[in-house]
């Protein structure tokens, strides 16, 4: 269990510490889409000029119709990309309408509701409240399954099936406690695909996972405004990507037993068929 643990945790720290070495961080800029470079100048000119009142005064009056007219100038080409995507490609016309309009943001009122409806502001109680409500909404009645110490009739892990694995899952999702995207896996190239294949080998035979493997981080994200019911959150789950890629070999290999023992009318859950095949079979 020890070699496993190592394993994963040189494998882990190789990949973060090159990751923070080589990839430059990208600095978020909180500036509007029609913002232009002579604006941001003369805010620096406002800013310096705060001990100077007239100047400041006519330096702001400047700015702000400076902003109204590239504010005006920016919609005006974006209504016109609009009406010309309308025509070809009204996907893009979505997305510039959805630019214009922006996405609302629904905030946390920063208190919870506890079981017998209490208001709590406390943090720790708080937290204590999510954790109660998770515990609930994942409880599971099924006996604990028997110990599995391990793999012993199955092959082992081929390289082809975690490189397929790895390229079904998409870019740009949140990472779980480990840290690790699967877009830095990507970039292993080989070398990362040959020592992650020798790992997961390792989890498959002796049946024991990191514990960084086993944690999901979970974020509620409110439905209404000043929701304070935990049933009024969407609760999504953050895993470590490795993970994913383990278990969706497995779910492969289960699926490809399973093809053959489904009937050929069966519809339901099936890869590559739906209701309109349901209807030709009737």
């Not at 494998?11 to 941001?40: D, G, H």
């Not at 399954?145 to 999702?173: C, H, Q, S, Y």
Request: aromatic content about 6%.
């Amino acid at each position: 269990m020890e070699e496993v643990e190592d394993q994963w945790e040189a494998l882990k720290n190789a990949i973060l510490v090159s990751a923070t070495e080589i990839i430059p961080k990208v600095e978020k800029k909180t500036k509007q889409k029609w913002m232009t470079q002579e604006i941001l100048d003369l805010m620096d000119v406002r800013r310096k000029a705060k001990g100077e009142p007239e100047k400041y005064e006519k330096v702001h009056e400047t700015i702000k119709k400076k902003c109204n007219e590239a504010k005006e100038s920016w919609l005006v080409d974006k209504c016109r990309e609009i009406d010309i995507f309308r025509r070809c490609d009204p996907s893009r016309m979505y997305q510039n309408i959805e630019e214009i309009v922006g996405r609302k943001m629904v905030s946390s009122s920063g208190c919870l509701k506890d079981k017998h409806g209490n208001i709590i502001m406390e943090r720790d109680k708080i937290l204590e409240r999510w954790a109660e409500y998770i515990q609930e909404l994942f409880f599971d009645e099924r006996k604990d399954p028997d110990v599995i110490n391990g793999n012993f009739a199955g092959p082992p892990i081929l390289k082809d099936e975690v490189r397929a694995a790895t390229k079904k899952m998409k870019n740009g999702k949140a990472t779980g406690p480990d840290g690790i995207s699967v877009k830095l896996i990507k970039a292993l190239g080989d070398f990362g695909l040959f020592e992650l294949t020798e790992l997961l080998n390792k989890l498959y035979d002796t049946g024991h996972i990191p514990s960084d493997m086993l944690k999901s981080v979970f974020i509620a994200l409110p439905k209404n405004v000043g929701a304070t019911d935990c049933e009024l959150h969407r609760t999504i789950s953050l895993m470590s990507h490795v993970t994913k890629i383990l278990l969706h070999i497995i779910m492969m290999r289960v699926r490809n037993k399973l093809k053959p023992e489904i009937a050929e009318e069966h519809c339901g859950f099936v890869e590559g068929k739906g209701t309109s095949n349901a209807i030709l079979k009737l």
